[in-house]
């Protein structure tokens, strides 16, 4: 068993490799063709002159851009850097890492070409404007990393005046991957999902999608209670109602008992605490999850740094510990979700991403690591997993189709060839590339 500071220095590894590594690619992704050049005599194929039939035949019919472009397989990762992982404001240009990485993560994992879009603004109104002009270049778009209130009218502005799927994954995609992990963790512990009181930490965009979804797949709001900078929401918290709608939301559905105070009130015979909130480790106290009901959930999913050590989670008497980082066990991590989700998405053109396909995604991750082994240390699949990629875009897709938000009709077979081609494609590219030497490695 390892100690507690030979831990503290793993998880201190990843920021001293990626110091080192980042200036060494110098990104970490980039733009090559997919068409064959045989000679440059094909440029006359693909551009001048023989460009200009499909562009005049796109001219006649929008939609056969998707056919003739590969903007059906394109997104957009856009993001103004106004809520960077757990860093906060830190603005455009150092976003850049994280949307990079997570085109990376959209290529590798889904067979999803993803472009990093940064905006250097922080008014709503001239992000949405923007975005729209984006629309015809590509099939989706991913938001990242805005900070709330702006991101939730952000999102609802652009779901409801565009034409393609848009999410923001640190609302849609942490509330997929944390409802599939919590799923699973309920049956580890024996718990029925109609029952459990949760307390909820944090009440950012991300714990209100989370909670959201939460209620949608059967959790009781009234055994909620979350708690923001200020103490716990409840109905006396009228202060939010102009200024804080989605947390006025909560105030109104959620802790039917009207409990007031802080974190310890909030987590005081919980069966499950879901933190997404300040990075730790000591915002939660070891004292306060003593005070959970037996054989508690406990998810501490703050990045970088969890609000709690897992160690001493587990030391406080957490049966179930998840965390977002892929060092330890049960990384309840968007990137189990978005690459997946998107596939499926963008396989059968659907013009959304609803609720119902989220959690169509969900509870096929849960059912991927029911399948391989279900304990209190694996409770969702990890990346390494292809099938998890295949099966939620699988799911997404048919429940996109069944919801009769879908432009293109395929069977759950079809469905299925199209993305282990898709990702199967990926994963061999790279491994090309590193073993001719394309991709140095370091």
């Known amino acids: 068993m390892p100690t507690k500071e030979e831990l503290l220095k793993k998880a201190k590894k990843p920021g001293e490799d990626a110091m080192k590594l980042h200036p060494f690619y110098q990104g970490k992704i980039e733009i090559t063709p997919k068409c064959c050049i045989r000679s440059l005599d094909d440029f006359a194929i693909w551009y001048s002159p023989g460009v200009a039939e499909p562009c005049l035949a796109i001219a006649k019919d929008k939609q056969l851009s998707f056919d003739y ?30 949307m990079e990485g997570k085109a990376m993560l959209f290529k590798y994992l889904g067979g999803v070409d993803a472009f990093p879009i940064c905006l250097d603004t922080r008014d709503p109104k001239k992000f949405i404007e923007t975005v729209k002009l984006l629309q015809p270049s590509f099939g989706g778009i991913n938001l990242e990393d805005i900070e709330m209130p702006m991101c939730f009218e952000i999102l609802e502005t652009l779901r409801r005046e565009m034409e393609i799927p848009v999410w923001h994954d640190d609302q849609q995609g942490t509330a997929a991957v944390t409802f599939a992990g919590f799923v699973n963790a309920l ?27 939460l209620i949608k797949g059967g959790v009781d709001p009234a055994n909620i209670i979350m708690t923001d900078s200020k103490g716990t929401l409840h109905k006396g918290r009228t202060e939010l109602k102009e200024k804080f709608k989605e947390k006025w939301e909560m105030c109104e559905k959620t802790n039917k008992g009207n409990i007031t105070g802080g974190i310890p009130e909030a987590m005081k015979g919980a069966d499950a605490l879901i933190a997404l909130s300040t990075p730790g480790p000591d915002v939660i106290k070891k004292e306060w999850i003593q005070q959970m009901a ?72 849960a059912k991927v690591q029911e399948d391989a082994g279900l304990d209190a240390d694996h409770l969702v699949p990890t990346m390494e997993n292809i099938e998890v990629f295949v099966r939620e875009a699988v799911a997404v897709g048919m429940k996109a189709i069944e919801q009769g938000v879908a432009g293109k009709i395929l069977t759950k077979e079809e469905l299925r060839k199209q993305a282990e081609t898709m990702i199967n494609r990926s994963r061999n590219e790279v491994k090309i590339l590193m073993d001719q030497g394309i991709i140095k490695l370091p």
């Open 294 to 365: 037996k054989d508690s959930i406990v998810f501490v999913c703050a990045n970088p740094t969890p609000e709690i050590w897992p160690w001493d989670a587990k030391e406080a008497g957490a049966k179930v510990v998840a965390t977002g980082r892929s060092d330890f066990p049960n990384q309840v991590n968007n990137s189990l979700g978005f690459p997946g989700i998107f596939r499926g998405a963008l396989d059968v053109r659907a013009k959304t991403i609803t609720d119902e396909m989220c959690l169509a995604a969900a509870y096929e991750m």
């Open 187 to 213: 049956k580890v512990t024996g718990r029925k999902i109609n029952q459990v009181k949760i307390a909820m930490v944090g009440a950012g965009a991300a714990n209100i999608c989370i909670a959201r979804l």
């Open 69 to 98: 472009t590969n903007r059906a397989n394109m997104i957009a990762v856009i993001s103004n850097g106004t809520r960077v992982l757990g860093l906060g404001n830190i603005g455009p240009e150092a976003a850049m890492p994280v």
